[in-house]
């Protein structure tokens, strides 16, 4: 996580010293850096979001699962009284 955090902070060095439109050359580094950060951490992000999303679904499929067996209890539980 350090290294992302220099990144990030590289980049946004970079990103405050070329505010000025006289600084095109540094605008497009800046530009080439943030794209080669990104492609970087992709991969990383990637399976961060796939876990993210693999944990989610399982607690959203856990807790559709007990819904549905609580609302069959509660239906045999009235067919049982009304025989």
Known sequence: MKVNHCCGMLLLMLMTASCDSSNAEIERLTRVAADSLFHQM??????????????????????????????????ILKLRQSL
């Open 42 to 75: 992709q991969p990383v992000l990637e399976r961060e979001l796939d876990s993210i999303c693999s944990v989610r679904t399982q607690t959203t499929i856990g807790s559709q699962l007990d819904s549905i067996i609580e609302a069959r209890k509660a239906e």
